[in-house]
Each structure stands twice: as structure tokens, then as C-alpha cells.
């Protein structure tokens, strides 16, 4: 594990604060009729714009800035000229690299009027990421974070994705350790400060199960289930977690 130095956090949350930017802007554009290729190509214009780079673009062979991934996709959507439609909910994923350092944040958003139910899982999966970053503190164990969303969501009658994990991150989009949204507290590494962990609980409204598309991108639900997305990377500090990008005491 990477242990940052003050400095490198401060260039960590300025690659973050504009990861938010993004998709503070994004959040505005989003609307039924409006395409996925259409909010791409913002954030990559908005990210070169401010002399950074886009990280998922070409990452292993993706195809584009941001990961949009629509109702049953769980994760790692590729953006393309279908309309978002009133009642959808909408995961975007946005990682930059600037002056070195990645920045990586999702959030999922209602396109128009959605269902009760589909409200809920939001609710509940940025509730399971606020929960994650609250048992960050040096001294706490790796897995009591996963436990923390877990606990949260399974309270809540909704399942945990196993299949994809939350990461380190600094000068790779992916380092040690993976950070899994699932497992018994106590155990694994203890947290110390200058760690930075990618926390991004993926929380399916039916089964956790998960299956491929043939772009060998797409992840959906086993059983058709909507499922949402929220990510944060968070500083372990001697005072606590810090949610970079997001400014003082967020
Ligand atoms: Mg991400
Ligand atoms: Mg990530």
C-alpha cells in the first residue's frame, strides 16, 4: 500500500475537485432525449480544458471518457447515441489524471421522474458510501468499510455486487488494496494515514449476481434489477476520512 505525503494529497484533491466539477455539470445536462455520447463528450471537453486527461479512456481498450451505465448495467456502460428516457437512472463514472495524480467518483442520477423504488436504491447506495467513508480512521481495519456498506444495504432489502471492489489510488487509477463492499469488520490491514481508497459500493435492487455483455465491458444484473453506483475517494487522515474534492469538512 502507498502511503501519500500531504502534498500529494493536495494535488489528489485538486484531480478530484474536478472529477466533481464534472459531474456537477453533468448532473445539470441530464434530462430524458439527451444521449450518453452527448454527456462524454462534455467531460472529456471539460477535463482536456482544464490540462487534464481523461483515465478510462483507453484504459485496457475503453472506448470512451466516462463509464455511463443505464438501469440494469452496473457498472462500465460505454456511452452511445441511445436517448435517455424519462424514469431511467443513469451511473457515471469519471476518472481523471492531473499533474500526475487520478481522480475517480461516480454517482447515479434519476433521469425525469422515477419510481419510489428506484429513489430508494439511490438513497440507499449513497447512504451505504456516506456509512463507508464514516469507518474510515487510522487504526480502523480494511474490511470494516466493506462491512459498513454492507450492513447498510442489506438492512435496507437490497445486495451487494461481489464481483467488482473498490481500489487504492494515486499515481495508478488502480492500487493496493481492493476495497470489496462486503465482509466481516476486523479484519485485513489495518488503515493508516496517506492511504487513499476509491470506495464504490454497486448495489443491485434483486440478486447480486452479475452477467456480461459481449463488448466484454458491460456488467448488468443477473436478474434484470436496476442497480446504482456512488464513489468517493477518501484520504485516511489523522483526523479522520477526507473525502477529496469535495472541500473543507465534506
Ligand atoms: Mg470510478
Ligand atoms: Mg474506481
Not at 117 to 128: F, I, K, N, P, Q
Request: charge should be negative.
Amino acid at each position: 500500500m502507498v502511503l501519500k505525503t500531504k502534498g500529494e494529497l493536495e494535488l489528489m484533491d485538486q484531480a478530484n475537485a474536478l472529477v466533481h466539477e464534472v459531474l456537477d455539470h453533468l448532473g445539470g445536462l441530464i434530462a430524458p432525449g439527451v444521449t450518453t455520447r452527448e454527456l462524454d463528450g462534455t467531460a472529456e471537453k471539460m477535463i482536456r480544458g482544464a490540462g487534464a486527461v481523461p483515465a478510462f479512456l483507453h484504459y485496457k481498450g475503453f472506448p470512451a471518457t466516462l463509464c455511463t451505465s443505464i438501469n440494469d448495467v452496473i457498472v462500465h456502460g460505454i456511452p452511445d447515441d441511445t436517448p435517455l428516457e424519462d424514469g431511467d437512472i443513469i451511473g457515471i463514472d469519471c476518472g481523471v489524471l492531473f499533474k500526475g495524480y487520478y481522480g475517480d467518483s461516480a454517482r447515479t442520477f434519476a433521469v425525469g421522474e422515477v419510481s419510489a423504488g428506484a429513489l430508494e436504491l439511490l438513497d440507499v447506495t449513497r447512504g451505504s458510501l456516506e456509512k463507508a467513508v464514516e469507518s474510515v480512521r487510522p487504526g480502523a481495519h480494511l474490511s470494516d468499510i466493506g462491512h459498513a456498506v454492507q450492513n447498510h444495504v442489506e438492512s435496507h432489502g437490497f445486495t451487494v455486487v461481489r464481483e467488482f471492489v473498490g481500489h487504492g489510488i494515486g499515481t495508478a487509477l488502480h492500487e493496493d488494496p481492493q476495497v470489496p463492499n462486503f465482509g466481516r469488520p476486523g479484519r485485513g490491514p489495518r488503515l493508516k494515514p496517506g492511504l487513499v481508497l476509491a470506495i464504490e459500493p454497486m448495489v443491485n435492487a434483486g440478486v447480486p449476481g452479475v452477467k456480461m455483455d459481449r463488448d466484454g465491458w458491460t456488467a448488468r444484473t443477473e436478474d434484470g434489477s436496476l442497480s446504482a453506483h456512488f464513489e468517493f475517494s477518501v484520504a485516511v487522515t489523522e483526523s479522520g476520512p477526507r473525502v477529496l474534492g469535495r472541500g473543507a469538512g465534506a
